[in-house]
């Protein structure tokens, strides 16, 4: 029997787990499999293990594990891997599929227009901060450069920089302030992140200590969209179309 196993982040934020749940089980109705779960890498519960581990309880022979990441780094290409190993190895006879994280996409970039536009109209002259994650794999970089791209592509803004909250430069606290010291009319913080989380928090007491003499606005981040949802259903079709994964990866 086929199943899905959603994996999530993690996140102290109880909040930020929630969303992450909510998103996925919006998300469920589009895809044709019996059985589907969530669990998160860290931080939070369910684990990986506890993901197998129901779904095999629930009858599941062939296993899609569809990591619900932005962007492929380090978590999806080693963390999630290696735990998956970990725990497949408790159920020898299931076979298991990975499939990609949702990936540099044209129509997210959409929906980060969006939530600028909820926080107020957009003028010409307007500068945008866009605060990333951040990881040490080099692919985070070449990822936000086509993310900048396309942003500016479509906005036709000239004023907009990439910061990163860990593991990149420049970080977000410096990218920030030199943002803020250009004293623009409209500054936009925009997160490049799915859900509430540490992130976000940190984000908010940053702003809130920033000195600014034009409108700062810290924008919401990415949350449940019906057009991501789409692409992570895209994304698990694209999975059971793909060979069973021999660990390691």
Known sequence: MKAVLYICHGTRIKEGARQAADFIRATMPLVDAPIQEICYLELSAPSIEEGLRSCVEKGATDIT????????????????????????????????????????????????????????PISTDASVLLVGRGSSDPATKEDFSQILNLFQSKTKLTDVTIGYMAAC?????????????????????????????????????????????????????????????????????EAFQSEPVCFPL
Not at 65 to 77: D, M, N, S
């Open 169 to 237: 430069e420049p970080s977000f606290e410096d990218a920030l302030h030199q943002a803020a010291n250009k004293n623009p009319r409209q500054l936009f913080i925009v997160p490049y992140l799915l859900f509430t989380g540490i992130l976000t928090k940190t984000m908010e007491r940053a702003v809130k200590r920033l000195d600014s003499s034009g409108e700062v606005y810290l924008c919401r981040h990415l949350g449940y969209d019906p057009v991501i949802g789409r692409i992570l259903a895209e994304r698990v079709e």
């Open 65 to 120: 594990a569809i990591p619900f990441l932005l962007l492929t780094a380090g978590h999806a290409k080693e963390d999630i891997p290696e735990e998956l190993a970990k725990a497949a190895r408790l159920f020898p006879d299931v076979l298991i599929r990975y499939g990609r994280p949702l990936g540099v996409q044209e129509q997210i970039v959409d929906v980060l227009i969006d939530r600028m536009k909820e926080a107020s």
